[in-house]
């Protein structure tokens, strides 16, 4: 069974070791203070929130996700990252956490949750049966002169 609750400070060496794999799946180089400032947000500030997930009491996966207001309508939330260990993939664990998801933000008043993904994710899968419609939208991120960006921030 999935378990899923907010990161807690107990949570921190899982969290880590669970992003620092998430970031080598996709390329991404972080100093150890990014994962340090991350933390702190996750934890103290109250916005980007995390969850992780558990099976038989060992952490899994995590996900970060925040809250904005919507230009022309409802307000929104944002699911900035979700990853799940290799080794329990295919188990529930992210569909679970999408619902936590969703389901936090519709009781804060955020109906509309949304999410992007590289194009040829294998979590495309999963995404296309869980959310209710794909807009086929195209994201940019703009090149700024000295700003390395990526998938991951």
């Known amino acids: 069974m999935v378990e899923i609750s907010f990161l807690t400070e107990s949570d921190r060496a899982s969290w880590e070791a669970l992003a620092r794999d998430n970031d080598a799946y996709f390329a991404v180089e972080r100093d150890d203070d990014a ?7 996750l934890v103290d500030d109250g916005q980007p929130i995390g969850i992780t997930a558990r099976l038989d009491g060992e952490p899994v996966g995590f996900a970060h996700y925040l809250f904005h207001a919507g230009v022309w309508g409802a307000q ?5 990252d979700l990853f799940v260990d290799a080794g329990a993939r295919r188990r529930g664990v992210a569909a679970a956490m999408i619902a936590w998801v969703a389901r936090d933000a519709d009781e804060r008043g955020f109906p509309r949750l949304y999410w992007n993904t590289l194009e040829d994710s294998p979590a495309r899968g999963l995404y296309d049966k ?4 794909n807009e086929g939208l195209v994201v940019y991120s703009y090149l700024r002169q000295g700003v390395r ?3 991951q921030g």
């Open 76 to 80: 929104r939330c944002y699911l900035a």
């Open 149 to 151: 960006n990526s998938p």
């Open 130 to 133: 869980v959310a209710e419609v």
């Open 35 to 41: 994962y340090d400032r991350t933390w702190r947000r």
